[in-house]
């Protein structure tokens, strides 16, 4: 029963009206257990620019789930003052740190971290500034291509597994266009196995994107779990467990 109302605080603090930010958008978020180690974050800059984030806890269970309230809280007290996605990513890197120094985590720092994908939509312009750790996003452009964009950074956040010259998260700068399609997504989204154990990889989940790309936004998330019931479905009718959290959150330029 605790963990059940567990469950019921985190959806309520983690809940995000992200078609006040993103009118054409869709969420497809499935946690693996009761509680999730996935989050999704969406606001506004100072500058008028919209932020998404979507970010992947490695503390799994109630610890990650913690997390994730944690650093949505963090996001919303830094969220005004920045200019840039890396900042916001600085910023969590920094407080992650204090939080394993003052906690006595020191023998676990491995595993202990955070990956973490952000974006900056300018809706004038239309350029998108991204940054990352360890997650890369996807562009559906409007002619059908699919273009991977390389995390910017192979650093995890709170992770002390980095170069003595690592200077912060940098950012990318991408001019997008009426149509195209942002995807950020944890790496559950991937790693799903089906009934063969066979893991779905990034060349079946840019395979599902395309294929989704013709589907209604408004019909997109329904579209995903159907997708992900099919992949996981045995023989017998039953699903095979599901390996990860899941969350995957995009959004058309108008």
Same mark, same amino acid.
């Given at each position: 029963a605790s963990i059940n109302y567990a469950s019921r605080i985190q959806s309520k603090v983690l809940n995000n009206d992200i078609w006040e930010h993103f009118?054409?958008?869709?969420?497809?978020? %499935?946690? +693996?257990?009761?509680? =999730?180690?996935? &989050?999704?974050?969406?606001a506004e800059s100072f500058q008028g620019k919209k932020i998404l984030a979507v970010a992947d806890c490695t503390w799994?269970?109630?610890?990650?789930?913690?997390?994730? !309230?944690?650093?949505? @809280?963090? !996001? #919303? #007290? !830094?969220?005004? %003052?920045?200019?840039?996605?890396?900042?916001?990513i600085d910023y969590l890197d920094v #407080? &992650?740190?204090d939080l394993q120094k003052k906690s006595a985590l020191e023998d676990s720092v491995v595993r202990d971290s955070m990956d973490i994908a952000c974006? &900056?939509?300018d809706p004038? @312009? %239309?350029?998108?500034?991204?940054s990352s750790a360890f997650r890369p996003i996807y562009i559906l452009r409007q002619n059908g291509e699919i273009e991977q964009i390389p995390a910017t950074n192979r650093v995890e956040v709170g992770s002390k597994l980095r170069s003595p010259d690592f200077d912060g998260y940098k950012n990318n700068t991408i001019q997008?266009?009426?149509?195209?399609?942002?995807?950020?997504?944890t790496d559950g989204m991937n790693d799903q196995f089906d009934k063969n154990? +066979? +893991?779905?990889? @990034?060349s079946g989940l840019r #395979?599902?994107?395309?294929?989704? =790309? @013709?589907v209604p936004i408004a019909e997109r998330a329904s579209y995903i779990q159907n997708f992900y019931e099919n992949l996981m479905k045995k023989d017998n009718g039953e699903l095979i467990e599901q390996t990860d959290d899941m969350c995957l959150v995009g959004f058309r330029v108008e």
């Amino acid at each position: 029963a605790s963990i059940n109302y567990a469950s019921r605080i985190q959806s309520k603090v983690l809940n995000n009206d992200i078609w006040e930010h993103f009118p054409k958008s869709f969420v497809f978020y %499935k946690p +693996k257990d009761i509680v =999730s180690w996935d &989050f999704y974050f969406t606001a506004e800059s100072f500058q008028g620019k919209k932020i998404l984030a979507v970010a992947d806890c490695t503390w799994h269970w109630v610890p990650g789930a913690l997390l994730t !309230i944690l650093w949505k @809280t963090n !996001i #919303q #007290q !830094i969220v005004g %003052k920045v200019e840039m996605p890396g900042q916001i990513i600085d910023y969590l890197d920094v #407080q &992650f740190m204090d939080l394993q120094k003052k906690s006595a985590l020191e023998d676990s720092v491995v595993r202990d971290s955070m990956d973490i994908a952000c974006v &900056f939509y300018d809706p004038e @312009t %239309k350029m998108l500034d991204f940054s990352s750790a360890f997650r890369p996003i996807y562009i559906l452009r409007q002619n059908g291509e699919i273009e991977q964009i390389p995390a910017t950074n192979r650093v995890e956040v709170g992770s002390k597994l980095r170069s003595p010259d690592f200077d912060g998260y940098k950012n990318n700068t991408i001019q997008l266009y009426p149509g195209d399609e942002v995807i950020l997504f944890t790496d559950g989204m991937n790693d799903q196995f089906d009934k063969n154990n +066979k +893991k779905l990889k @990034t060349s079946g989940l840019r #395979q599902m994107l395309s294929d989704v =790309s @013709t589907v209604p936004i408004a019909e997109r998330a329904s579209y995903i779990q159907n997708f992900y019931e099919n992949l996981m479905k045995k023989d017998n009718g039953e699903l095979i467990e599901q390996t990860d959290d899941m969350c995957l959150v995009g959004f058309r330029v108008e």
